[in-house]
């Protein structure tokens, strides 16, 4: 039995465990992976982040190391079991949470191992829970070889020849890049690429965006909509020049599959032995049995992460109040915010 009990053991839950270290709540984070980072730790070798490490940072530690230097993604896993032992962070590894039901006043949460009780319960699961791969993959013979980008590691992965990556985010851009150098690469984008230098002036271009206002922009600000409402930039120039030399080739949207022959909008095809999956995620809260937690279209119901579930509350969802509330620069801010919510209600 906990005050608090918080299940996700990422940037999120860690953030909102710092907050909770400093009261008499009593809490637990749940986290199904085998070691502290393994989020961070399990994604693709080459991995650096666009953010530099004065804004790749939890609340009460800084990342070590030149702050205007680019992190890579050991780097902040290592910053994160770090992060636990700093503060003696109490964390439950290898539970995978089955279940989260109500009844009455107290939160019932189902493991695999356990039943654990709780007065209040922070979701802190994050944006990236199931790997989305459109339908009409499987009709790809298994010679073809697919992986989403969550389960890239590195071009030993692949079978020779060509390769097509489908997703125009930083993530399937670096992965176009690194795979370029050794493979033909294609990139496949619903959207025109715009891209963004990743220093101006010689700093950082989040430097500029903390200064100019831009990055504290609510969700209900004219300039947090009109972020909202486009696709996310690309950071860096180097899917650009790979672009301009032909070393990666663009395609218009993934349309449709015939015969191992993969179809554009334009109705251009090609054929390849690799696809790279960089397509998203999709959120999974099947697990929550809970009534008048979602909308009709399955979006949590919520304010700021304040459902209307007295005592349920959610952490890191893109956009949860801005646009760096599922980023490792914005979520201490979120988990403050709930913290005090949760004093307020007396937990």
Known sequence: MYDVVIIGGGQAGLSMGYHLKGSSLSYLILDNNKRIGDVWRNRYDSLVLFTPRSYSCLPGLPLEGDKSAFPTKNEIADYLELY????????????????????????KIET???????KTVVIATGAFQTPYIPSFSNQLSPNILQLHSSNYRSPSQLNEGAVLVVGGGNSGSQIA?????????????????????????????FWWFDKSGILNANRHSFIGGKIQNNPDPIFGYELKGKIQNREVKMKGRTADIKNDEIYFEDASSIRVKNIIWSTGFSSDFTWIDIKNLLDSKGRIIHDRGVTNIEGLYFLGLPWQHRRGSALLLGVGEDAEYLYDRILMNGS
């Open 84 to 107: 636990v032992k700093t503060f003696e962070l109490p964390i439950q590894l290898n539970t995978i949470v089955k279940r989260v039901s109500k009844e009455k006043n107290l939160f």
């Open 177 to 205: 890049v690194e795979l370029s150098k050794n493979h033909e690469t294609f990139l496949s984008v619903g959207q025109k690429i715009r891209f963004l230098p990743m220093l101006v002036a010689n700093r950082s271009i």
């Open 112 to 118: 695999h191992q356990s039943i654990i009780q709780a």
